[in-house]
């Protein structure tokens, strides 16, 4: 159950959030997906170099509240800015709703998807946002696959 329990934040947080977010420096769709297009330009130039830009966020790949994760043919995360190596695959919004088994059945090449959902959005620096206390808002993750990789950028809406 705890490891159940540390899965659901991890990647509550892994979709619901990438750091501090104040209400000015929310990022839009049309800057999600103009990430999502230039992640997808490195990711074919150099895979394993643009997965490390990702995590890191060199290159500009994080702005705002926006970053690109990705997750590999096992279903495990393989670039994002917070966590490494967490179960994208299996990943369930607060609700219910399987998002990470959708978003792994709708990615194409050279075809970018979408895909909305619940996620916690933090109030403000002053006090760390956890699954059971964020407000939970409407989001949205643009997605496609790049080689053994589906990637994507989510914004709220």
């Known amino acids: 159950m705890r490891h159940t329990l540390t899965l659901l934040?991890?990647?509550?947080?892994?979709?619901?959030?990438g750091g501090t977010?104040?209400?000015?420096?929310?990022?839009?769709?049309?800057e999600?997906?103009?990430?999502?297009?230039?992640?997808?330009?490195?990711?074919?130039?150099?895979t394993n170099r643009g997965l490390e830009m990702f995590t890191s966020?060199?290159?500009?790949?994080?702005?705002?509240?926006?970053?690109?994760?990705?997750?590999?043919p096992d279903g495990m995360l393989t670039a994002h800015p917070h966590f490494m190596?967490?179960?994208l695959k299996r990943w369930k919004d607060n609700s219910g709703k399987a998002v990470g088994a959708e978003i792994y059945a709708a990615a194409?090449?050279?075809e970018f998807s979408e895909?909305?959902?619940?996620?916690?959005?933090?109030?403000?620096?002053?006090?760390?946002?956890?699954?059971?206390?964020?407000q939970q808002v409407d989001k949205v993750s643009?997605?496609?696959?790049?080689?053994?990789?589906i990637c994507g950028v989510g914004y709220y809406k």
């Not at 966020?57 to 590999?72: A, P, R, S, T």
């Open 9 to 17: 934040l991890a990647l509550v947080v892994c979709f619901g959030f």
């Open 115 to 134: 895909i909305a959902y619940k996620a916690p959005r933090p109030a403000g620096a002053s006090k760390a946002v956890t699954a059971d206390d964020a």
């Open 32 to 46: 999600a997906n103009s990430l999502l297009k230039r992640a997808v330009a490195v990711l074919k130039a150099d």
């Open 21 to 30: 977010v104040f209400g000015a420096d929310l990022g839009t769709r049309d």
């Open 85 to 87: 190596g967490v179960a």
């Open 142 to 149: 643009i997605f496609t696959k790049v080689g053994d990789n």
């Open 108 to 110: 194409r090449k050279e």
């Open 57 to 72: 966020g060199e290159g500009g790949f994080i702005k705002k509240d926006l970053y690109v994760w990705c997750g590999g």
